[in-house]
């Protein structure tokens, strides 16, 4: 009787192919993901071109807005994103990141239909901070939720796919305005413009439906066996240690038998949270949303076209893309104060040959030169400090708060970003360009904040930094994780 033989593949080729595996469902699940950075980025990007349109007189299909209440209508999705960070924040804690995000997704979509259908400026303001609700909540989940997904090898890499997406969101609307600007009847284009941000808040609500839960919350509530489970769909190496680290904190924490908010009263950990408010602030006073919602705006004032503007702003989109990618690749191998160094030195100088523009003589050409100077800025922001801020967002809070300190500090980051925002038309209008002045001088200052206050993450696993932290450090030191 013949024997029959069975081959036994390599372990090695075994090996290759369950890594590869993993990667792809860890791939595919961050994907997912940041359709909340996605519909995040559209939804404050479109109102740059929607903007000039809604300008028009009422009867001429706009809402006859004034630089006042044109910053009133930028500005209160933003005041919406705060209280959605803060309230998205404590929910996600509660109930999970992903039930969190699929309500969200709802809320964008209510949000965005009554943004196109508004009649009035007081109902637009109204929708415009429902909307917001869900832009702040996204920002405070949506990192935190892949950071705790992600190993710490590849969280870097992984987490700083939320800003892509996000810039990713503003180039598709920077680009559909430009098509509907040209394409759609008169000024009733806006309507449009801001009824598209519907289509990702679906995708979202369908796509999160497949994603598993955060394991790091799903140990804190005492359902370990299904945070293994997650992870061994998640890790190449076995999960178990992993989990019995997280599970150590968790264990940790409830012996202090505190909540959320009464952890924040212990030294270290409100220090940290300090420290995540003070960055999430000093990020808008970049200024770098007075380009990204006023870039038509600001070169419609140079002497540009209205339809020339919103092509023109298209580059805005493009730039902040390619930044953001080349910032993927680069910062697996950079520590993210040396990136920071480097991008707010960019902002400076930017902002400060901006403020020299305005010494310009009218032209033609001026507008362009203000383009460029302007991509410049994006570029040193997309590719060094967005990428970092989102980043260290997902990291740098212990779990017993994560949830309650991000909320608290993308509440506060949203909350400057909407004084900025409130504030910015109206500088502009009063002292043109010599503006930039005043953001080149705030940078220089947040420059020497952020070497002195912020902690490097870089090799460090979530749980690592906890711990350094916690024991006093100033955790500026590369972590022993670090490679490259």
Known sequence: MAMTTHTTPPA??????????????????????????LAFGYDTGVISGALPFMTLPTDAGGLD??????????????????FGAIIGGRLSDRYGRRHNVLMLAFVFFVGALGCALAPTVPVMVGCRMVLGFAVGGASATVPMFIG???????????????????????LIAYTSNAVIGFVAEGAHAWRIMLGLATVPAVALWVGVLLVPESPRWLVSQGRRDEALEVLRQLRVEDPAPEVAEISEVVEKTARLQRNSWQHLTVPWIRRITLIGVGFGVVIQLTGVNSIMYFAPTVLMSTGMGTQASLVATIANGVVSVVAVATGIAVIGRSSRRTMLRIGMVGLVMSQVFLG??????????????????????????QMFCAICFWLMMAEIFPLRVRGVAMGIAVFCQWISNAVVTLCFPILLDAIGMRTFFIFAAVNFVILLWEQRYLPETRGKSLEYLEEELASGADGRAVGPGAVG
């Not at 075994?14 to 890594?19: I, K, T, W, Y």
């Open 12 to 37: 090695t080729t075994m090996d290759q192919a369950h890594a590869r595996a993993v990667r792809r469902r860890l791939n595919t699940v961050t994907i997912v993901v940041t359709f909340g950075a």
């Open 148 to 170: 705790e997904l992600a190993p710490a090898s590849r969280r870097g890499q992984l987490v700083s796919r939320n800003e892509l997406m996000i810039v990713t969101g503003q």
């Open 356 to 381: 020299l523009a305005s010494l310009l003589p009218e032209a033609p050409w001026r507008g362009y030169i203000i383009l460029a100077l302007m991509l410049c800025f994006l570029w040193f922001m």
């Open 65 to 82: 807005l004034t630089p006042t209440t044109e910053g009133l209508v930028t500005s209160s999705l933003l005041l919406g994103a705060a």
